[in-house]
């Protein structure tokens, strides 16, 4: 069975930091684009972070430029998204998914992917 599960999120004071973790199971993730998005209330799910099976090739969205990281361990089938220097403006359910390609230009767009968890909250907040 197919599972992409994340774990990691929380409860958060503004320029704190989280590390999500994306656990894969049912495929092999050394062949598979990982995405992380996001979901806040009352808008639409956005890609952050994208990165390629390799692990050599990744892309972010401009606003977390900077403060998020992106990495793989193929070994371990788990994808994780270090944040840093966490803002409100960044409280949402995060989500991760696979796509069976990597187009640099286009791996934060939402359809590029066939494969999504389930999401974990995070909440940025004094």
């Known amino acids: 069975q197919l599972l992409l599960v994340e774990s990691g999120g929380g409860l958060v004071q503004p320029g704190g930091s989280l590390r999500l973790s994306c656990a894969t199971s049912?495929?092999?993730?050394?062949?598979?684009?990982i995405g992380w998005f996001r979901q806040a209330p009352g808008k639409e799910r956005e890609g952050i972070s994208c990165?390629?099976?390799?692990?050599?090739?990744?892309n972010y969205l401009d606003s977390v430029k900077g403060r998020f990281t992106i990495s793989r361990a193929n070994a371990k089938n788990t994808v994780y998204l270090q944040m840093n220097n966490l803002k409100p403006e960044d409280t949402a359910i995060y989500y991760c998914?696979?796509?069976?390609?990597?187009?640099?230009?286009?791996?934060?767009?939402?359809?590029?992917?066939?494969?999504w968890g389930q999401g974990t909250q995070v909440t940025v907040s004094s």
């Open positions: 049912g495929f092999t993730l050394g062949y598979y684009t």
């Open positions: 990165i390629n099976s390799s692990g050599g090739s990744t």
């Open positions: 998914a696979r796509a069976p390609r990597y187009r640099q230009s286009m791996c934060l767009r939402v359809d590029e992917y066939t494969d």
